[in-house]
């Protein structure tokens, strides 16, 4: 088992590094490793509450809180997220407000660390 830190930096629009990231994530998860999973940037978007994206583009909520039903813990980046006008009230259940010091923790702890 190897203990991953994903960290995305792309909003869950326009491009698909969100996407991919979740889908990486989702994989580890399967093949039973371990992952912390933190956005950053315009990552902090995949959490926000009440998305709801054209017929035609993946709803990456719902990877999102299958990855949280599934014990990968979520922390969003506390400067990122003031940044956007975003609360922790405005994020799904189970996203974290974190600082850079929790994503270091995890960086230093962790087998391997991947950027979307």
């Not at 933190?38 to 990877?63: C, H, I, R, T, W």
């Not at 922790?88 to 974190?98: N, T």
């Amino acid at each position: 088992m190897v203990n991953f830190t994903v960290l995305i930096n792309e909003s869950p629009i326009a491009k698909e590094r969100a996407f991919t990231g979740l889908r990486f994530a989702t994989t580890c998860v399967l093949e039973g490793h371990k992952v912390n999973l933190f956005l950053m940037e315009n990552g902090v978007y995949l959490a926000k509450k009440g998305q709801n994206p054209s017929s035609d583009a993946p709803n990456l909520l719902v990877y999102l809180e299958e990855l949280i039903k599934s014990n990968v813990e979520v922390k969003a980046c506390v400067v990122c997220c003031q940044a956007r006008g975003l609360a922790e009230s405005d994020l799904i259940p189970g996203v974290k407000i974190a600082s850079m010091h929790e994503l270091v923790e995890w960086t230093a702890t962790t087998d391997k660390t991947i950027v979307f």
